[in-house]
């Protein structure tokens, strides 16, 4: 099999075409606490679920970035991450 830039991008290591996978932790975490974010809407408990959904999306994109099965799913880390890191900043 020729090794092609469709190939590098889309399949992973076993010759699968990956675009999305079973979420794991990390995004299961996020979920759950953007969810319970809506529940949540002020005080401690708001700030924390920010915190952990922050952290967990973070840390979901950083194994994207550096452990993706392919090159589309490293791009998404990297989107995600930049992303995440830019809906932290504040606009002055």
Do not use: C
């Not at 953007?34 to 840390?59: E, P, Q, R, Y």
Request: hydrophobic share 50%; glycine share 8%.
């Amino acid at each position: 099999m020729e090794n092609t830039l469709f190939d590098r991008t889309f399949r992973d290591s076993d010759g699968n075409i990956v675009i999305a996978q079973m979420p794991n932790l990390p995004i299961l975490v996020w979920i759950t606490a953007t969810l319970l974010k809506l529940v949540f809407t002020t005080g401690n408990i708001h700030s924390g679920l920010d915190a952990i959904a922050f952290g967990s999306l973070f840390t979901w994109a950083w194994q994207e970035l550096f452990q993706g099965v392919n090159y589309f799913r490293r791009s998404l880390g990297l989107v995600v991450l930049v992303g995440a890191i830019a809906s932290r900043l504040q606009w002055s």
